[in-house]
């Protein structure tokens, strides 16, 4: 078939095809960030830049060092397992100056786990707080480092 016989409709067609496609190339070679894919799908620079961020929290074994009681009690009852600063929140600069105390707790923190949800395992002790909770603190009444005791 010759060029000049291709019906218009169709050319149009090629023509905003190649004017899409080419966008798309020269978009994707002008948007990419310079260090993009060079240890894998993601941002190279990114790397640095997340280790260049202050560390706030302290790691798990920093809070043993001067709370081993409280450790020793977290580590026999059901809390085991979760980390002090997933509760009280970083703990860095509290470590490193313990004038300097960690954030006051509240109740909020307690129903983050155990308020009732259809999405959470059904084996994860959960509480409907209309039916539960009767406007005490959770703390009034559960041991927070051994929840299997009561007060
Ligand atoms: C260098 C020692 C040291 C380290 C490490 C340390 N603490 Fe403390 N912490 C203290 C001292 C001292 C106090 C004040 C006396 C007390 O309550 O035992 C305190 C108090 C606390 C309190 C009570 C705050 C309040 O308002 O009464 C919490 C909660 C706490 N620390 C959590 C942590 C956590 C979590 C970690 C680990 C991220 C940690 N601490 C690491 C020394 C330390
Ligand atoms: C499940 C959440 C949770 C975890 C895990 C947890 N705490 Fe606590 N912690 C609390 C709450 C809530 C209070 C306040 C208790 C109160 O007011 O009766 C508290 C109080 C404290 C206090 C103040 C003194 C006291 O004993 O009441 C210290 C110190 C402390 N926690 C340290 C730690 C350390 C160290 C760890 C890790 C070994 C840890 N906590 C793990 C929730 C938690
Ligand atoms: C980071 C999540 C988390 C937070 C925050 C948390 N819990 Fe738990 N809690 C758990 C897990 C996990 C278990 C053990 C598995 C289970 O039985 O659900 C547990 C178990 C319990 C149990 C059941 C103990 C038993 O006899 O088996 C009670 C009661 C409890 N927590 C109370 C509390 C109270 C009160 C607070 C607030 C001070 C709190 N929890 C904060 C995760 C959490
Ligand atoms: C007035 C006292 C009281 C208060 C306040 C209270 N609880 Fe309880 N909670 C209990 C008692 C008693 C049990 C054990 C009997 C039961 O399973 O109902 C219990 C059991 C639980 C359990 C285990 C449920 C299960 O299925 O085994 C969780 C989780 C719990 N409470 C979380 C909380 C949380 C979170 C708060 C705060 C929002 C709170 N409780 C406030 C008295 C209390």
């Known amino acids: ?3 000049s016989s291709m019906p218009p409709q169709l050319l149009r067609l090629v023509v905003l095809t190649l004017l899409v496609i080419g966008t798309y190339a020269v978009a994707r070679v002008v948007l990419t960030p310079a260090t993009f894919g060079h240890y894998g799908h993601y941002r190279g ?3 640095v830049e997340a280790a ?3 560390q ?8 043993d060092e001067c709370h081993s009681e409280t450790s020793e009690l977290v ?3 059901r809390h085991k397992g979760i980390s002090c600063e997933a509760c009280h929140g970083p703990g860095r600069t509290h470590s490193r100056n313990p004038d300097i105390m960690p954030v006051k707790l509240n109740d ?3 129903l983050r786990c155990h308020v009732a949800e259809v999405a959470r395992p059904a084996k994860q002790r959960q509480i409907q707080v209309w039916d539960h909770f009767p406007g005490d603190k959770c703390v009034e009444c559960h041991v927070a480092h051994q929840p299997n005791k009561s007060k």
């Open 1 to 3: 078939m010759n060029r």
């Open 45 to 47: 620079a990114a790397l």
């Open 52 to 54: 260049s961020r202050p």
């Open 56 to 63: 706030v929290f302290a790691g798990a074994k920093a809070c």
């Open 75 to 77: 580590a026999n009852d």
């Open 108 to 110: 909020q923190l307690c």
